[in-house]
């Protein structure tokens, strides 16, 4: 079945370092989505890529979308300690509009 | 409601138990989905509703799990003779119709099960 790869599964960084976590699906993918989970919080939407080669900004994320639409990557310039959680990627599974296969996430720890 | 909203938010269990989460959606969500987070690791999809349809119950991981959801709002899971490998974050989340993959999924803040 369809599988959504994540790497790396932690990072440790320096406040102020930059972050990339990776995602890769075995199949295309019509859309993928970005999803943020605080310590002991639950996961929360932060962006949706659907056209091929799509680029995204959101202050300092930068999100993409392979041209081949199975794989996609999240970078953080200049990380803060306010960014520190897991992050995942989710992709419809096979033909469903409405079953998500998440990545098994990034947790990102940043010390200040 | 604000958000969806899940009761309750943390329960501990004894192996054998029966035990029923609770999802309240946003107000006017027509799709409700359970997803089941283990310690470190992604979510898993477990059961869909959407509307008057019959649920898409493919995720359930044994007859041991049901769902049901009353009046196309609240939905209620329930794990029967619960196992400790059952033990982790129980999510909902709602959509405004499911009926879009673009469509963005709005979680709870989870149900915290510990079976003993």
């Known amino acids: 079945g369809q599988q959504v790869m994540q790497i790396p599964q932690y990072q440790h960084v320096q406040e102020g370092e930059d972050f990339t976590t990776y995602c890769n699906s075995s199949t295309t993918l019509s859309n993928i989505q970005w999803y943020k989970q605080r310590p002991g919080g639950h996961p929360v939407f932060l962006i949706q890529l659907v056209k091929s080669g799509e680029v995204k900004k959101q202050k300092r994320l930068t999100f993409q979308f392979g041209e081949a639409k199975k794989n996609s990557s999240l970078h953080i310039t200049a990380t803060q300690t306010t960014d520190v959680g897991t992050y995942f990627c989710a992709g419809p599974r096979g033909g469903s509009n409405y079953k998500l296969t998440f990545g098994k996430g990034t947790l990102l720890t940043v010390n200040p | 409601g604000a958000g969806v909203s899940q009761s309750p938010s943390n329960k501990v269990t004894e192996k054998g138990k029966d035990v029923e989460l609770r999802c309240d959606p946003i107000?006017?969500?027509?799709?409700l989905y359970w997803y089941r987070q283990s310690l470190g690791q992604g979510l898993e999809f477990l059961i869909y509703?959407?509307?008057?349809?019959?649920?898409?119950k493919s995720g359930l991981p044994s007859d041991r799990f049901s769902a049901e959801r009353t009046g196309g709002s609240v939905s209620t899971l329930t794990i029967q003779r619960t196992q400790q490998e059952d033990s982790a974050v129980y999510l909902c989340?709602?959509?405004?119709?499911?009926?879009?993959?673009?469509?963005?999924?709005?979680f709870g803040p989870g149900t915290r099960l510990l079976v003993l």
């Open positions: 509703f959407q509307g008057n349809s019959a649920p898409d």
């Open positions: 107000s006017g969500h027509t799709a």
């Open positions: 989340a709602s959509s405004p119709s499911g009926g879009d993959p673009q469509e963005t999924q709005y």
